[in-house]
């Protein structure tokens, strides 16, 4: 059985002495193994990450772009290929894989700006004779630890604006599904990325804590859940590092009587089920806002949730595939055993699908819970699988009221013809992201992606302008050349002009 390596100063290798089973969630089978780097493998890969940092920090910005340009066309080239990568390890669909790989091309479009980005400010004459400015400058080596929803994706709102920044990278990926990832740092390679600016290390805890302990690992960077995040970005604090871990999620989607009901029908179908759920923007609450809407969702919601198109992930034209591992398969059944217990409605029950000629993948089928109450479970807590809760309120403040109370504050959306009624919520509501008639408000790749409260730890957001302050310092610099040479009495007053 093949073992998947890591990518250590330009070449693959086989580092550590233990692996973990990467599986076809389609199937259920075993397709490989992907070796966990040990504490060894570690450190060849922080070497070559330190040893090719002084001469990256000083390549002119301008020629990082050309390598940028040239991955971007690569990534664009090789889409297929990844694509069909992500879908065999992970099980989301082909044109689902598809979409997250656009959607870390564009991040990767970002950072081909790194001459204009890193420019920094300059005034003349900020005293007599006196010059003053200031410029972006570059951490070192950093790290990112990235999950496995999306493995090419993530990694590519790190690791290329990181480098366009002049910092060196080490990227620890999902184990679960590392070869899409594997092979998009491959392809920045080929790009003519030189060897050590980029390295890839397979591995579990044992590699994450290396990473937070490693003192020439000047930042980190995480996305998955929130006690994971909350374990690094306090960890890593405690070593002296510039952290930024973004957490769990739990988004609601606020339906008001005048919505748009068919849109946002279609909308909740996409963000609900898509990718299995297994999305941190993933819509997993309908907070319905009235009797009525919540009677006419349920209606309308029902026959589309039941004519889901569900198989293996690498057929085309599906719209839902397996989730990633029996583990995650179990722990959402689980979650609708409890909603069930609970008192929750089930409308749908996703339990029990079967897909022929795959009898051993990892399927749930969509779910649909009503009459769901704030303090079940399945509100509650992250479910991450294809289950959708309808809660009953009685006003848009209530609404708000219920998201606000929530420990996450990942992403919300409401749909309404109301502009008031919009402006008021994107005000109020209490959460980092916010979607108007948009069920998955996922920024741009000009703009910065985080949420508030336990959805996010840190500072600052991920990508875009943020992405670019977290992966650099700042320094300033006053410079006085004197016109003549004078000798010049002390002052002792504290400088002013």
Not at 153 to 163: G, K, N, R, T
Not at 245 to 256: D, E, M, P, R
């Amino acid at each position: 059985m093949s073992i998947i390596p890591h990518l250590i100063d330009g070449v693959r290798v086989q580092g550590g002495g233990r692996q973990a089973d990467v599986y076809n969630p389609s199937t259920g089978e075993v397709t490989g193994q992907v070796a966990l780097a040990d504490a060894a493998t570690l450190q060849q890969a922080i070497a070559s990450a330190s040893a090719a940092f002084p001469a990256w920090r000083n390549t002119p910005p301008a020629r990082r772009a050309q390598v940028l340009f040239r991955f971007k066309q690569l990534l664009e080239q090789h889409q297929d290929e990844i694509s069909l990568l992500i879908s065999q390890e992970h099980g989301k669909t082909i044109e689902d894989a598809a979409g997250e790989l656009k959607r870390g091309i564009e991040n990767v479009e970002y950072a081909c700006a790194a001459p204009e980005l890193l420019k920094g400010e300059y005034n003349r004459n900020v005293g007599p004779a006196i010059d003053a400015w200031s410029d972006f400058q570059p951490l070192g080596v950093v790290a990112g630890i990235t999950p496995f929803n999306f493995p090419a994706m993530v990694p590519l709102w790190m690791y290329p604006l990181a480098i366009a920044c002049g910092n060196t990278f080490i990227l620890k990926p999902s184990e679960r599904d590392p070869s899409s990832t594997l092979r998009i740092a491959e392809l920045f390679l080929e790009a003519g990325l030189p060897k050590g600016v980029l390295n890839v290390v397979n591995g579990d805890k044992e590699a994450v804590d290396g990473l937070i302990a490693a003192p020439e690992v000047k930042a980190l960077s995480f996305v998955g859940s929130t006690p994971i995040a909350e374990y690094i970005y306090a960890e890593g604090c405690r070593h002296g590092k510039r952290v930024q871990a973004l957490g769990g999620a739990k988004n609601h989607a606020v339906l008001l009587p005048d919505a748009d009901l068919d849109n946002a029908v279609n909308a909740l179908m996409g963000a609900a089920y898509g990718s299995c759920g297994e999305r941190c923007m993933a819509i997993s609450v309908a907070v319905c806002v009235g009797d009525a809407v919540a009677d006419a969702l349920v209606e309308k919601l029902v026959p589309k949730i039941q004519a889901l198109r569900i198989g293996a992930g690498t057929t085309c034209g599906l719209d839902m595939g397996p989730l990633v591992t029996a583990a995650a398969r179990d722990r959402v059944r689980g979650y609708i055993d409890a909603g069930v217990q609970a008192g929750a409605k089930l409308v749908v029950d996703g339990r029990n699908l079967k897909v022929g000629g795959y009898e051993s993948g990892f399927f749930v089928g969509g779910t649909l819970f009503d009459y769901v109450r704030p303090d079940m479970s399945i509100y509650t807590d992250e479910i991450f699988g294809p289950v959708l809760c309808i809660v009953r309120v009685d006003s848009l403040e209530a609404a708000m009221q219920l998201i606000n109370e929530h420990e996450y504050g990942n992403g919300t959306c409401i749909f309404t013809r109301d502009g008031e009624a919009a402006r008021l919520f994107c005000d109020e509501i209490e959460v980092g992201m916010v979607g108007v008639n948009v069920p998955l408000p996922v920024p741009v790749a000009y703009h910065s992606f985080g949420g508030w409260k336990r959805s996010l730890f840190g500072d600052l957001h991920a990508y875009g302008p943020d992405g670019v302050r977290f992966y650099t310092r700042r320094k300033a610099i006053t410079q006085r050349w004197p016109q003549r040479a004078t000798h010049e009495a002390s002052q002792f007053a504290f400088p002013s002009l």
